[in-house]
């Protein structure tokens, strides 16, 4: 953490102690601002989410079983913006969690895309495509379960 982050945090804890109306109006100021002021732990997060949420994996078993196959093309389809962004780390997550390589394409700028997802995927962003064909969100992917993911994106001998 360099030493920004770290004044965004000890600042974040100091408006965090204050009370009444002043501790009140800097909080709504610094959630209006988009939270300059943040904890640590959010300051990480939001580092992670810029950088993909990408893991590495577990094992160096598991690195080299990946490497060997080859993998499925997935794509992640999603908005920046909206109240279903909380969706996208989840998503991801479930992902880093299989060991499912995967791009991360926001849509917000192409009217054509969002068309066409709605058209082929009839979902809502998160959408993520394996090999072109529409999977679904969170709630698809963890119906899917890991192995059923992992087959799907690796083939029958994941």
Do not use: C, W
């Amino acid at each position: 953490m360099g030493t920004l982050d770290r004044l965004r945090d000890r600042g974040f804890r100091v408006v965090g102690k204050l009370g009444g109306r002043l501790g009140e109006a800097v909080r709504s100021a610094n959630d209006a601002l988009g939270r300059p002021l943040a904890s640590a732990d959010e300051l990480a997060d939001r580092r992670a989410f810029e950088a993909g949420y990408r893991r590495t994996p577990a094992t160096a078993a598991e690195a080299a079983a990946d490497a060997a196959r080859t993998a499925a093309p997935v794509v992640v389809y999603t908005l920046a913006e909206g109240k279903r962004r909380t969706e996208l780390p989840k998503v991801t997550q479930i992902l880093d969690d299989a060991g499912v390589p995967y791009r991360v394409l926001p849509i917000d700028d192409d009217p054509a895309a969002q068309a066409a997802l709605r058209r082929d995927a009839n979902m809502k962003p998160p959408v993520v495509f394996i090999a072109g064909e529409p999977v679904g969100g969170r709630e698809h992917l963890v119906n899917l379960g890991r192995a059923g993911l992992r087959k799907r994106v690796f083939g029958a001998g994941a």
